[in-house]
Each structure stands twice: as C-alpha cells, then as structure tokens.
C-alpha cells in the first residue's frame, strides 16, 4: 500500500498539474506533460522545456517530443478514473459539437489516444519503438563519479548518443568542463552518430530493446 500523494510528482502534468493524459515526453531532457498542454506551450509560449528551460528545437519541437505509452500506462493502471473522466469530457464535447463527428469511445483505451483535434492529421502507421536503457558508472574513478538516482531510463529508439551524453550532463549537474564518455560491450559511442535502437540492433541479438551503457566522467583534454 501506499499514498497515492507520493507518486503525484511522477504523473502529473507540470503545465496543467492534473493527471497525464496522452503523455508526451521531451527526448532531449525527459520532462512529461499531457500532449494538448504541451503543443500549446510550444505554440503559444516558447521552444523550451517549461521545467528545466532547456531547448527542445530551434524550429521544430515536435521532432523530440513523444507520447509516453508506458507513462500513460502507469497513470490508467493506478487511476483508472482518469480515462473515464476523460472518455466523459469526450462524450460532453461530441454532445455540444453536434456537426463533429464522433469517434469510438466505449471502452477506455491502456495505450494514448489522438485527440479529437488531431483526429485529421494523418500520422505513422507505428510509433518508435521504445528502448529500455540501464546506465551504469564505469571506468578506474567510477567510485568517484555521482550516481543517477534512477539507472533504469525508458526512451524512443530514435533516440541518440548525443541525446544520451545530454541527459546525464543534466542529471549529474556536470560543470561544462566536464566531458561524458559512453560505452557499449566495450565499443565508445560518444563520437557515434546513430540511434539508440541501431545500437541495439548491433550490439544484441534477442527481441528485448535492453541496453546496458556504461558512462565515464572525465575533464576535457
């Protein structure tokens, strides 16, 4: 058992400050926000992270920001109201929006949903597959270097190394004399161009998307 008050900092919104609803994460620093506060923010405010302020994109935000179906799952899971008092919102606007036409509404969906102002918008056939990172410290000063509180990170396979290296500066609260350096079996990928999930895909061969990076601090030379 346990309050529900104590999780509310990992499944509320940061802009409207209710419950996620079709959570949406920023790749390029992790902050959550249901996906209509987000676009707006971006539309309306600023190209910023309204958390952390860092940019998102200098001309398209939209590229590193994903909806977080593992998120949204956590939040239906523990608050199952959520999807049914969105679903009764839905179902008040279709009725006092007689010439829009209604979607299928009867069951709450596990996974995000399209808003009914996006319901036009044609969008991928699949979302990005979603990659679960395990960072570890390494290297002979390892014992020295601050650890993350939580190693285990859930991101979009599109992802970067850069992405990646940015992350853990921000986390890590590293002075910008400070380099990142990270390794998979051994490889450095911190001069890698590629996504996350093209190094899965060379590094692993089971159908898990699991990889193990280990980071190491070091000065600049």
Not at 62 to 85: E, G, W
Not at 171 to 183: G, I, P, R
């Amino acid at each position: 058992m346990f309050k529900i008050g104590e999780l509310n900092q990992y499944l509320t919104c940061g802009l409207c400050r209710g419950y996620l609803y079709e959570a949406s994460t920023i790749t390029e620093c992790m902050h959550t926000f249901c996906k209509n506060c987000i676009v707006r923010h971006c539309m309306e405010v600023s190209l910023h992270c309204p958390v952390c302020s860092i940019l998102i994109h200098p001309t398209d935000p939209f590229v590193h920001i994903r909806l977080d179906r593992m998120i949204q799952d956590i939040v239906y899971k523990i608050l199952p109201s959520v999807a049914d008092t969105e679903i009764r919102n839905i179902e008040k606007f279709y009725e006092a929006h007689p010439e829009v036409e209604p979607k299928d509404i009867q069951d709450p969906p596990p996974k995000p949903r399209v808003s009914p102002r996006d319901k036009d918008v044609p969008h991928p056939q699949c979302e990005p597959a979603l990659i679960s990172l395990v960072l570890e410290a390494d290297g002979p000063e390892a014992a020295h270097v601050d650890k993350l509180e939580k190693k285990f990170v859930r991101v979009v396979g599109t992802a970067t190394v850069d992405n990646v290296c940015h992350f853990l500066r921000k986390k890590l609260n590293l002075h910008e004399q400070k380099q990142v350096e990270l390794y998979c079996c051994g490889d450095s990928m911190s001069r890698e161009t590629c996504t996350l999930q093209d190094i899965h895909d060379r590094f692993y061969t089971d159908q898990e998307n699991l990889i193990l990076l280990q980071y190491r601090i070091s000065d600049f030379d």
